[in-house]
């Protein structure tokens, strides 16, 4: 990905909210040749990032869907909407993405969900069906289970600690990421990109933009509690889940074990599972292999029907 971020398609937006302006940016698609019975315009796709990212993690997704209008807000408490107040549970954040649908003027969406974005896709399809028209869940959205004596922010690793740390110039961030083990094999200008953009404050007291307090309520809310399971279960759009083979510091232990993932597949025989080779939990977007095949998935033809026949623990081979 060579600064799809900076192309003259990409636009940054800022829309009202309860309590102040979110932000972020889109790409508006170029149409691309479709059969004769679709639109030419592009087809809009709305993004939803991590809990610690920024929209720029979907660059790479944007450029590997030259023919969508790919829509990608910085959540509350992150990023460039990062002073806006709490609080920040994710039915909030899910009334926030309606909130940018409205203030861009549209009405459905495909809803793609990256990591801690993937419970608020959900959430979204719960509450406000008709703006959803199908759910991507990648490596994210399906319910983690709370480990005994485990603090749940320290699954994320270097990702949370990194907000407690000033650095004195981009270099020194971007140096950081350079380091991350998730892009030991993957890095790319893009990557440079997205740290940059994600630093706040004045030189030598630089510090990663997502609020403390943000991460600390959003952490709690993703093990199925608080009517979270429900709400998935209800879910009537078509939904596929991408899951990446491995985990947040490219270590073999996934964020989602297989054999969870057949378990909600159990109880939810409409989710169609994409195992997604050769990425982890960053790189399945922020990669140009992993958002090509993040892509494929949105693309593909027969996504408006639901895979309710399908066996459990098999994965669709598109």
């Given amino acids: 990905m060579s600064g799809a971020a900076e192309s003259a398609d990409y636009r940054a937006f800022q829309v009202a909210v309860s309590g102040g302006q979110l932000f972020g940016g889109q790409w508006r698609g170029r149409p691309v040749s479709r059969p004769p019975a679709e639109s030419g315009r592009p087809v809009a796709v709305l993004t939803i990032h991590g809990i610690t990212a920024s929209h720029r993690s979907f660059s790479w997704l944007a450029t ?122 993957d890095w790319s200008p893009g990557v440079a990109d997205f740290a940059r953009y994600d630093l706040d404050g004045a030189p030598f007291a630089l510090r990663p933009s997502t609020r403390l307090e943000a991460v600390g309520e959003n952490v709690l809310q993703l093990d199925g509690a608080d009517g979270y399971a429900e709400a998935l279960a209800s879910v009537t759009a078509p939904i596929d889940f991408l899951r990446a083979p491995r985990g947040l510091l490219n270590e073999p232990a996934a964020l989602y074990d297989p054999s969870v993932v057949a378990a909600v597949r159990e109880r939810l025989p409409a989710l169609r599972v994409h195992e997604i080779d050769d990425v982890n939990h960053y790189t399945i977007v922020m990669s140009a292999h992993g958002a090509e095949r993040v892509a494929s998935v949105i693309t593909a033809p027969d996504r408006t029907e639901p895979a309710r026949t399908a066996p459990v623990g098999t994965a669709p081979s598109h």
């Fill in 64 to 185: 590997a869907l030259p023919g969508h209008r790919v829509i990608a807000p910085d959540l509350r408490g992150r990023a460039r909407s990062n002073s806006l107040p709490g609080p920040y549970a994710l039915r909030a954040q899910a009334d926030d993405m309606v909130a940018v649908l409205d203030g861009l003027g549209v009405e459905r969406v495909i809803v793609v969900g990256h990591s801690m974005g993937a419970f608020v896709a959900v959430w979204l399809a719960h509450r406000f069906p008709d703006r959803v028209d199908s759910l991507v869940l990648v490596d994210g959205g399906l319910p983690i289970a709370r480990q005994p004596g485990v603090e749940p922010i320290s699954m994320l690793g270097p990702a949370a600690a990194r907000l407690s740390t000033t650095f004195a110039n981009s270099a020194d961030y971007t140096e950081f990421w350079r380091r991350h083990p998730a892009f030991a094999d």
